[in-house]
């Protein structure tokens, strides 16, 4: 019996039951799943002693890279396409499809007027962003928050180089306007490596994998009544487009940074001429109806 498929069976059915009394359903459900995986996984790839003590250490590790600033947890379930799928699955299909938070939204942005430039530095091609936020049938979201982050030119956020950025340098938290409209100033981002100087980076070393990113602008947006969406808008004419090291690019979210030549729009945005314009339409779904509550029956007491 020891060491036979059957043996194997009857540990993975041990622990499996050993959850049955979990008092709250969903919470037993993900970890019975977790269980039969993770052993159909060791049935599957039969790690050794070795491998297994060197996944725990390199699970510690990650751990151990993190700080305030930096997830590397987070950054292990990008480079695996585990936070893409998680988005994926979740998506019900009534708005703008959603992708990857990432590692970097660690500190709150701070609040911006429509119009305000979220690029302190100065240094970059100038752009101009424009949305427009509307609910799954058209209608306008007003007062909905944007909070938006982005990297510099060279590719880097704010928290990378707190000695070199100002802190809220591509960031901001906007609202939109009555017709659900917000625009702002900023330089166009750049492709850029996600960090490598972790546990994550020797994985993408060990396996021949790059770590690039294509360039890109984050949002999260949350209006009453409806589901908060997570998502990106992608620099079309960026590298990298097709090989995302964190799997996160959705045709639907690429769009183009025009070069506008016009000097007069250029001063009706208040930045200089040429400078690329993006516009971005951004769709929430509504949040679903809670069901009702069935009425207590005699039979009930
Ligand atoms: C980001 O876009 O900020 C990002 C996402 C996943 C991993 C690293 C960075
Ligand atoms: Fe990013």
Redo the contacts with the bound molecule.
Sequence with gaps: MPGTDEAAEAITAAVVDSFRDTPDPRLRELLQGLVRHLHDYVREVRPTTQEWEHAVDYLTAVGQTCDPTRQEFILLSDVLGVSTLVETVNERGGGTESTVL?P?HVVESPRRASGDSVALMGAGTPCVVSLRVTSADGSPLAAASVDV???TEDGF?DVQQPDVQPRGNGRGLFRTDHEGRLWFRTVVPSH?PIPTDGPVGRLLLATGRHPY?PA?I?FIVEADGHRPLTT?MFVADSPYQDSDAVFAVKESLVVDFAQVDDADKARAYQVTAPFRMAEFDIVVEPEPEPEPKPEPTEDAW
Aim: hydrophobic share 20%; net charge positive; charged share 10%.
């Design positions: 990432g970097f982050w982005q990297c956020y850029y990113r890109h984050h990106h």
